[in-house]
Every structure is written in C-alpha cells, then in structure tokens.
T-cell receptor, first 110, second 111 residues
Framework: QQKVQQSPESLIVPEGGMASLNCTFS?????YFWWYRQHSGEGPKALM?????GDKKEGRFTAHLNKASLYVSLHIKDSQPSDSALYFC??????????FGTGTTVSVSP | DMKVTQMPRYLIKRMGENVLLECGQD?????MYWYRQDPGLGLQLIYI???????SEGDIPKGYRVSRKKREHFSLILDSAKTNQTSVYFC??????????FGSGTRLLVI
C-alpha cells in the first residue's frame, strides 16, 4: 500500500505569516497530486492540484512538486484566520482512487 | 449547487448492531467512494464504486460492504458493528478525474 507522509503534524502561524506544509510520497508512478482543506465539522474540499515539476500558484497558495525527490509542498502566504483547518495532500495514480496523507493541522493566531 | 449528501450526520450504535450509512449525489458522477477518517491516520479508503453494481474493495474493506443500485446513491453497511469501527465516515464522488466532492460526514460511535 502506498504511503503518503505529511509534516509537520500541526503548525501555528501568526496572522499575515507564511505557512509551509510538506508531503512525501512513495511511488514515482503517481500522476498528480492534490491539496485538500478540511474545516472543522465539514468534509474535505479540493484546494489545488499539481502534476508538473515546479511551482503552481493560485492566489495566496503555492504548490511545489519535485517528482524525483517524491516531494510536494504547499505554502500559504499572508495567512488568514479562515485558513485554520486540516490540510491533506493526496496522490493519484489513475484509475483507482486518491491516497491521502495523514494531515497537517494549521492554526492561524490573530 | 453540486452536492454530496450524507445521512445521518451522527449515529450511536451498540456493538453487534447493523449500521447503514447513506450517501447521495446530484451530479450524475459515475465514481463514488467511502473513506473513514481517524486522528493521525488521515483518510483511509474503504470501497470504490465505478457505477451501478460495479464495486471494488479499497485498502480497508474488512467489516464493511457496499451497495449501489442507482448511480446517485451509494450505501455503506456494517454488519455487526464493532467498537473499532467508531470513526467519521466520508462519502465522495467524482467524474473520473481526481477532483473529489466530499459529503459532510457521518460521525459513528459504536458502544
């Protein structure tokens, strides 16, 4: 079974600061990668996907992928209280299902 | 508004009772999933359904079975629930890419 590991487990960021989340995966055949965000009491919601090596920016969120190093990260710039949530990375090999990581809890302190 | 609806939101069952968790979607998505979420373990895949009566085991299918008789409806059944099946269960659907729409979850407590 493929494993997707996330770090850190939890993170406290000051409002306006930068949050950095890391994810390592185990299979070089993975086609692309997602970041999902889950607010308390809700289901996860897709944040952004990345499938090419390098950076992808969407608003305050930047994902970085390095397939050779089996590594993907998410950076949240100018963190807001509404960014406080549980963040999952997930890998997709095609034809089956997303494999989710263990999650990183982000708390933005005012 | 595209939606995945899970019922019930909260459920308490005694060990040995049968449990039915229901999921509906209004997007005509072919593929649906059941995951369970436990602290520190993330989301673990229980079952996949590719369409009506076309189901496949996920990574942790033991103790669970599923039913999909209509494209918009996917059920998870626990026959004789165990205390280690206490968890939050999420249903998701997709058109076939990996952009999932999740429901709000069912919080199951087995006592």
């Amino acid at each position: 079974q493929q494993k997707v590991q996330q770090s850190p487990e939890s993170l406290i960021v000051p409002e306006g600061g930068m949050a950095s989340l890391n994810c390592t995966f185990s299979d070089r055949n993975s086609q692309y990668f997602w970041w999902y965000r889950q607010h308390s009491g809700e289901g996860p919601k897709a944040l952004m996907s990345i499938f090419s090596n390098g950076d992808k920016k969407e608003g305050r969120f930047t994902a970085h992928l390095n397939k050779a190093s089996l590594y993907v990260s998410l950076h949240i710039k100018d963190s807001q209280p509404s960014d406080s949530a549980l963040y999952f990375c997930a890998e997709y090999q095609g034809g089956r299902a997303l494999i989710f990581g263990t999650g990183t809890t982000v708390s933005v302190s005012p | 508004d595209m939606k995945v609806t899970q019922m019930p939101r909260y459920l308490i069952k005694r060990m040995g009772e049968n449990v039915l968790l229901e999921c509906g979607q209004d997007m005509s998505h072919e593929t649906m999933y059941w995951y369970r979420q436990d602290p520190g373990l993330g989301l673990q895949l229980i079952y996949i359904s590719y369409d009506v009566d076309s189901n496949s085991e996920g990574d942790i299918p033991k103790g669970y079975r599923v039913s999909r008789k209509k494209r918009e409806h996917f059920s998870l059944i626990l026959d004789s629930a165990k205390t280690n099946q206490t968890s939050v269960y999420f249903c998701a659907s997709t058109t076939g890419n990996s952009d999932y729409t999740f429901g709000s979850g069912t919080r199951l407590l087995v006592i």
